[in-house]
């Protein structure tokens, strides 16, 4: 039964993607599904680089953990590091709206700056124009 469960679980949440990025577009889908993911790794990844330099220097903190050695503790804070990066470019990186009229930067022929500057003034969960952004784009 418990796997019956967990089957439809999955099934369910598998629909429930599709059927949102049906309804949202798939573009603004894929811009929130970034943004959460990206806040995902950024507050997780640094809780446990936090949690994993905490093993280092207090090990009395963890007293049921076994005691492992200085290097595997290190390359784990640097593996959540590295996702904590991830997480902040993630953040960074501008929204993408085929439908806005944004191409892909390496196969666009608008310099990357006028590209930006297009973007400008989108919102940053999913890239739809801001409405006192969109007053000034319908006069242009």
């Known amino acids: 039964m418990q796997e019956f469960v967990f089957w439809l679980i999955c099934a369910a ?11 949202m577009g798939h573009a603004r889908f894929l811009n929130v599904l970034r943004r959460v993911a990206a806040l995902g790794f950024v507050s997780l990844g640094s809780l446990a680089v936090i949690v ?5 220097v207090l090990p009395g903190l963890f007293p049921d953990v076994p005691r492992a050695p200085v290097w595997g503790q290190l390359i784990y804070a640097l593996l959540f590091g590295f996702l904590v990066a991830l997480g902040i470019h993630w953040m960074r990186v501008p929204t993408y709206r085929p439908d806005l009229g944004d191409t892909m930067r390496l196969v666009g022929t608008e ?4 590209e930006l500057a297009r973007r400008h003034g989108r919102s ?17």
């Not at 994993?52 to 280092?56: M, N, R």
């Not at 969960?125 to 242009?140: H, K, Y």
């Open 124 to 140: 940053w969960w999913t890239g739809d124009p801001r409405p006192e952004n969109a007053q000034r784009l319908a006069s242009q």
């Open 52 to 56: 994993s330099l905490a093993w280092i």
């Open 13 to 23: 949440f598998i629909t429930s993607f599709f059927y949102a990025s049906y309804r």
């Open 111 to 114: 310099p990357w700056p006028e």
